[in-house]
């Protein structure tokens, strides 16, 4: 490899050895965020798989990188199915997210359409405050990693991700609490 570049693997050259394992992620993940989208969870790690394998001619770096950016894919289409579903409906902009939903990131449990809207751009906009701490809550939460893969998968030392797994849920908690009584509504967006 010219200027000392990482070598990479082929996306089909991971899918097997993690197939099993996406399954279950999709299961657990269509359990929490999607049950009302009709995918079954093989339908769902086959359209994360296309996405991947066609976007990303160069390859995975380790099984690591496949799983994440495949779970990431999975999420993705689990948040447009949610921006779909809450553009039909056009009501509030304001949806509280609970404690317990954002304390319940890394199990599974229901979660609405719009919960997942509002949980997704608040990790969008904490990404841009902490880069880190939103690939540890969606590693977890949407990758279905425990802490110590986690720390694997991003070359940091168990304590560091759960220092940042702790920060990261009381950011959101903050992020996503109602107004306090005479505030007004914080408005959501669900445009992309």
Do not use: N
Not at 29 to 54: C, K, N, S, W
Not at 73 to 82: K, N, P, S
Not at 118 to 136: N, Y
């Amino acid at each position: 490899m010219a200027g000392g570049e990482p070598s990479t693997t082929p996306a089909a050259a991971f899918l097997p050895q993690v197939y099993d394992e996406l399954c279950c992620l999709s299961r657990a993940r269509l359990a929490r965020f999607g049950g009302e989208q009709g995918l079954t969870p093989a339908e769902l790690v086959h359209e994360a798989y296309l996405r991947v394998a066609d976007g990303r001619g160069e390859g995975f770096r380790s099984r690591h990188h496949f799983f994440f950016a495949v779970s990431r894919a999975m999420r993705d289409i689990l948040v447009e199915g949610a921006r779909r579903k809450a553009s039909l409906k056009r009501g509030g902009a304001y949806v509280v997210v609970s404690a317990a939903a954002v304390d319940d990131l890394a199990t599974p449990g229901e979660c609405s359409p719009e919960e997942l809207l509002q949980l997704d751009l608040a990790l969008d906009k904490f990404e841009r405050r902490s880069p880190e701490g939103a690939r540890v809550v969606r590693l977890s939460s949407f990758g279905g990693l425990t802490q110590p893969e986690i720390a694997a998968a991003l070359g940091l030392s168990l304590a560091t991700v759960e220092r940042r797994w702790r920060d990261s849920r009381a950011w959101l908690r903050r992020e996503l609490a109602p107004p306090s009584a005479g505030q007004a509504p914080r408005r959501r967006s669900h445009g992309a």
